[in-house]
């Protein structure tokens, strides 16, 4: 079993219309969602699956919904080749609000640009909520999109951000085509 703390605002997003999105999760996996809706728990109860990476993966997928992400992009994770990555803003500018906010402004960029280019050149989704940044997608893809968000969060102006995630993306082609 693995237990969630959501956000309240949240809950409607992983319950789904009449039940939808919960329903789904647990058609899907088999697993017992049992969501708290007054407290923002949820429970996951993988007793029943035979294989215990089911629960992890639904845990993530609830860990995705809560922290922003549209329950259609978290159901990439049930691939067993996608992953979630999070990562909390306050690990690189401390607990400042106004640095939170200021970082926040930075990774999404001017009309979501920064986020944009990151998510196109990496093949992954980024969802900025609260204090933290979530990644989905696969492992090298979630790794190059790490670093590039790292590099916002440490300082780095956009321009050597987007030039590094080129050269990545170029260095992916060549190996894909083996030059």
């Known amino acids: 079993m693995f ?35 007054n407290a923002g728990d949820v429970t996951i109860d993988d007793t029943e699956v035979e294989d215990p990476v089911i629960g992890l993966k639904v845990r993530d997928m609830v860990k995705a919904i809560a922290r922003g992400f549209s329950p259609q992009k978290a159901f990439r994770l049930f691939d067993d080749e996608v992953y979630f990555e999070l990562m909390d803003i306050r690990d690189y500018v401390g607990k400042s609000a106004k640095r939170i906010r200021l970082m926040r402004g930075r990774l999404i960029g001017t009309d979501g640009k920064t986020r944009r280019i990151i998510e196109e050149l990496t093949g992954t989704n980024v969802s900025i909520y609260g204090n933290t940044v979530g990644i989905i997608g696969k492992l090298m893809e979630v790794d190059t999109s790490k670093r590039a968000l790292e590099m916002v969060l440490r300082g780095s102006e956009h321009s050597a951000v987007y030039r590094f995630l080129e050269s990545k993306r170029r260095a992916t082609k060549t190996a894909d085509f083996g030059f």
């Not at 088999?30 to 809706?37: A, E, P, R, Y």
């Open 3 to 37: 237990y969630v703390k959501i956000p309240k605002e949240r809950l409607g997003v992983l319950i789904g219309e009449k039940g939808a999105i919960k329903n789904e999760i647990e058609e899907r996996s088999s697993v017992k969602l049992i969501i708290d809706s």
